[in-house]
């Protein structure tokens, strides 16, 4: 997802199973709050796991799987090898930038971080209730209601959760709370029309509209993406339209061209939010241990985003950029 953070990151909550879907577990990556870009107002942004998409510039490949993951920080590691010894797969071995992770090996069941005595090992998602994220999200309420703010679930993709993120929006929705969902379309229509029916405002990512490159950059069709976008618009659901602009992959004329039609051809008009690629991301992948398929992407010149705006204003749209 293209999510901006700000604000600070609430501790984990531990799960403790309550009434009407407190019991309804959710794998969470973070969850920050007092956030001011994903959404109106201020905001509590809440970070799901699980991603059906693997998109070339991701910023938060810890989400990319439902299952908890660790990082690993190679400047406090000691050598003792205690990981090594704990790990039950055999995935961990001494590397020359220390110790190093077989991907198909590493079954994330945590011992490795419990085995670390320099705390070079850090698990990065927890599971917690709706209903205990709830009420924890609620504390804020006098800051949402003074600043026109709420909650947002972004991810990864928050839709890969469906049961416990039902459960929470209609919670939120209980408590008057404003609910946004940050999502990639990618899901069955009619689990994004039964999350719908308890969604304030939907920020609807739209990475490219050409099919090939979409499949080459993200590893997915687009179908299913650019027809649920057109049945919220249909349904008279409130969506901002964010378009990450990729260099390289997004930002050419032909690429803009085609979303900017797109996006005038809904049944109606929607704001559209171009979030200008940023490389920050490239420190996570190390010590995930994950390769960075967007190493060799660079910030795009400010002039270039301005034109690509100038584009898509000129077909009708109201355009913010970093939005």
């Keep these: 997802m293209t999510s901006s953070i700000a604000g600070g990151v609430l501790k984990p909550i531990e799960l403790v199973p309550t009434e009407n879907g407190g019991s309804i577990p959710g794998t969470m990556f973070s969850i920050i709050r007092f956030s ?24 938060n490949p810890e989400n990319w799987q439902h299952l908890p993951s660790e990082i690993y920080r190679p400047e406090r590691c000691i050598g003792c090898g205690r990981c090594i010894a704990g790990c039950p797969t055999g ?19 945590g011992r490795c971080v419990d085995a670390c005595p320099a705390e070079a090992r850090e ?93 080459a950059h993200t590893g997915v069709d687009n179908h299913r993406i650019l027809s649920n976008l057109r049945m919220l618009s249909e349904s008279g ?19 803009i061209a085609l979303a900017g039609e797109f996006i005038a051809g809904l049944p109606r008009r929607h704001a559209v939010d171009l979030l200008p690629f940023h490389p920050a991301a490239s420190a996570k992948y190390a010590k995930l241990g994950l390769a960075y398929r967007g190493e060799h992407l660079a910030p795009l010149p400010p002039e ?17 950029i970093g939005g």
């Design 36 to 59: 001011t870009h994903d959404g109106p107002g201020i905001r509590t942004t809440v970070f799901m796991k699980g991603c059906p998409l693997a998109c070339w510039w991701c910023h």
């Design 91 to 109: 995935a961990l071995a001494v590397g020359p930038q220390g110790i190093s992770t077989d991907p198909d090996r590493c079954g994330h069941c």
């Design 123 to 215: 698990r990065t998602s927890w599971q917690v209730g709706a209903a205990d994220l709830v009420r924890s999200i609620s504390r804020d309420s006098l800051f949402y209601d003074q600043s026109g703010g709420g909650v947002t679930f972004s991810g990864g993709e928050p839709l890969t959760q469906p049961d416990f993120l039902l459960a929470a929006l209609k919670q939120c929705g209980e408590l008057e709370i404003h609910r946004a969902v940050d999502t990639s379309g990618y899901v069955e229509s009619g689990t994004l029309q039964a999350v719908a029916r308890h969604t304030d405002l939907f920020l609807y990512d739209l990475k490219l509209v050409d099919p090939q490159k979409h499949r």
């Design 237 to 255: 659901a409130a969506i901002v339209v964010r378009i990450p602009l990729i260099p390289g992959v997004n930002d050419d004329s032909q690429s």
């Design 304 to 320: 270039r985003v301005a034109e690509a705006a100038r584009r898509l204003t000129d077909v009708g749209l109201n355009v913010r």
